[in-house]
């Protein structure tokens, strides 16, 4: 099953949330809406930076398509979390994103402190500075998925969370050794009240 | 080619290995007048001699010395193409004057000159035209072997001199060069990522975007009047075309959930190949630009990302862990027949060269190197071996150079140039912060 955050707005239509418990099966892709054709009059497709106050590309709502399901809200902007003391990182191995049982206990902890509240959080995943900023991209989404299905599957809720990856692009140590590409793959958490 | 030393280029003429492939050309396509230069080309495996007078003004001042400027930059693109020894910075030849003419030339063309290459540039004010007339120094008369006149707003004259290259190389080798093509890329001189765009010879520099969050992967559409490229602009991981020429909004591509990256236009410029991960985990999909519609290319429950076209449009190489690790793998348009190219290594950043015979890759081996491939898995083979890591290759449009990036030098990441076969490698920028992400643009129009 999928949790919809949300609920039917029209703001960005091309949105779709892809937040899934743990362990739930893949389902068909949700085309609820599709992006404007680029050669189409620009007006409405702009997404110049200063448009527009909405979290999500300013996109000319589009019609969702019939029996496909509303379009969700956008989450808010990654600038609207906050650093926390409360929620630890965890770490990866390179070129891996499945968690470590040292690890494990880290987020259990975590995640037992988000049972306390009701925050919406945000995963970050970040790579090391080695190998494509695309590739990283990817591996970094991995890692922020699989950091959110442990807490999930510890009972925090999948609708409080969004993940943003960031590949290796912001890294938090730039020497260029084991030991600081170590502290880069990393799983780093910020929160914002609701 | 130093000035004063106009016998200079009869010595040390290079073997020029790639010359064969590009001197096999259809016979149709190039010019039937130059065939006599051609067997100086095809039967030596050498440089061709060109000496290329200052460019002849007419019709207005040259307060900037521009016939002196741009046949500089034409010898240096000519230089470039590794098909010519070029000697330069030669007085200019009197406009409609065959007398004059045959005087400039006859001392080079003793000296060993195969072609002679006069520019007559006529400036009026907001507009610049350059007639190129090529000469066949090994025939008697110096037969005039190639004319073209080309005309451009003035605020591009530098173009007129890649233009005039790139026929020059067509005259000779039946397709034209690549010197009227730009570069873009990653810059983080500003201190933050972002786009910028130059002459494929690091000329002419500019961002094109200026928004202080992550802009990466820019890639251009066939028609080079657009890049794609994944922007944290608007928070999240977005992918965005934007039009470097024009006085035109930036458009959403695709803004779902997760990671929306790695664009590459198909070959017709119809369709994005890009990976979202709005299913659940990083997948290819494409992106239909007429109607908007994503399609699903990939399944696999790990990573599958950065596709790249086949020049025919009919396949698509990506990298995918599927097979554990990270390697290449080569599918058609639609999804189906997968097939793993790559066996050793860590793999990524499928790039297939515009003539189809090549795929190069970024291979991690202890440093990142740059490799190629056959589609068919055949002629393995590397391009570099250090200094430093060596990576993100994007290929010309003739398919004979490379631009990549590598952090050979002190100072991080810059751009550099090679052949195809790895050979000829040079630095092209060295820009405040690094310069990495490299895309060359196909031919501008």
């Known amino acids: 099953m999928a949790h919809r955050r949300g609920s039917a707005l029209l703001v960005a239509p091309v949105l779709v949330l892809s937040l899934f418990l743990a362990g739930c099966p893949k389902r068909p892709a949700t085309t609820a809406a599709s992006a404007p054709p680029p050669t189409g009059a620009p007006a409405p497709s702009t997404a110049a930076p200063s448009t527009s106050g909405t979290p999500g590309p300013a996109m000319t709502p589009s019609p969702a398509a019939p029996g496909t399901g509303a379009p969700s809200a956008t989450p808010p902007r990654p600038s609207e979390f906050r650093e926390t003391d409360n929620l630890k990182d965890v770490f990866f191995d390179f070129d891996r994103y499945d968690i470590r049982a040292s690890d494990a206990r880290v987020l259990d902890t975590n995640a037992a402190w988000l049972k306390t509240n009701n925050s919406l959080v945000l995963i970050e995943g970040h790579c090391d500075e080695r190998g494509t900023n695309e590739y990283n991209l990817a591996l970094g989404e991995r890692r922020a998925k699989a950091t959110m299905n442990y807490l999930v599957g510890q009972g925090v809720q999948a609708n409080r969370i969004t993940i943003i990856s960031y590949g290796k692009e912001r890294p938090t140590c730039t020497e260029h050794s084991e030991a600081c590409w170590a502290k880069n793959r990393r799983a780093h958490f910020l929160v914002k009240a609701r | ?445």
């Open chain 2, 1 to 445: 080619m130093r000035p004063g030393r106009p016998l200079g280029f009869l010595i040390g003429l290079v073997l020029l290995a790639a010359l064969g492939g590009a001197l096999s050309s259809p016979p149709a396509a190039r010019s039937q007048a130059a065939d006599v230069l051609l067997n100086v080309l095809a039967t030596g495996a050498k440089k061709l001699n060109i000496v290329i007078p200052h460019f002849t003004v007419v019709g207005g001042a040259d307060p900037q010395g521009l016939g002196r400027s741009l046949s500089q930059v034409t010898a240096r693109d000519l230089t470039f193409s590794s098909l010519f020894s070029v000697v330069s910075d030669v007085p200019p030849i009197a406009a409609g004057d065959p007398a004059a003419l045959r005087a400039a030339f006859a001392n080079f063309a003793a000296a060993g000159a195969h072609a002679g290459l006069q520019g007559v540039l006529t400036l009026r004010g907001d507009r610049a035209e350059i007639e190129m007339r090529l000469h066949d120094l090994t025939s008697p008369e110096f037969r005039l072997i190639g004319a073209k006149k080309i005309e451009l707003p003035a605020a591009q004259t530098r173009r007129l001199a890649h233009k005039v290259a790139d026929e020059v190389v067509l005259q000779f080798t039946g397709e034209a060069g690549v010197a009227d093509t730009k570069v873009a890329y990653v810059t983080s001189g500003s201190g933050s990522k972002e786009l910028g765009m130059m002459d494929y010879d690091g000329a002419s520099a500019a961002r094109v975007t200026s928004n202080n969050s992550i802009n990466i992967s820019p890639v251009w559409s066939p028609d080079t009047r657009s890049l794609a490229f994944t922007s944290y602009m608007r928070g999240y991981p977005y992918l965005y075309r934007m039009f470097p020429f024009e006085n035109r909004p930036v458009q959403v591509l695709a803004g779902f959930l997760g990671i929306n990256t790695s664009p590459a236009f198909s070959p017709d410029g119809r369709a994005v190949a890009l990976t979202l991960s709005r299913d659940g985990n990083p997948e290819v999909y494409l992106l239909n630009l007429a109607s908007g519609a994503f399609r699903r290319l990939t399944t696999y429950s790990g990573i599958d990302t950065e596709p790249s076209w086949s020049p025919t449009g009919r396949e698509i190489a990506f990298v995918s862990e599927r097979a554990g690790g990270a390697h290449i793998f080569v599918m058609d348009a639609e999804g189906a027949n997968v097939r793993r190219l790559t066996q050793a290594g860590f793999n990524t950043q499928p790039r297939w060269s515009p003539k189809g015979d090549t795929i190069g890759f970024t291979s991690r081996q202890g440093n990142f190197d740059l490799w190629g491939i056959g589609p068919d898995g055949s002629n393995l083979r590397r391009l570099t071996a250090g200094p430093g890591n060596n990576e993100g290759a994007s290929w010309a449009p003739n398919g004979r150079h490379l631009v990549f990036q590598s952090n050979r030098l002190a100072g991080g990441y810059q751009l550099f140039t090679m052949l195809a076969d790895g050979t000829e490698q040079q630095p092209l920028t060295r820009a405040p912060g690094e310069s990495t992400s490299a895309s060359w643009s196909p031919r501008l129009p």
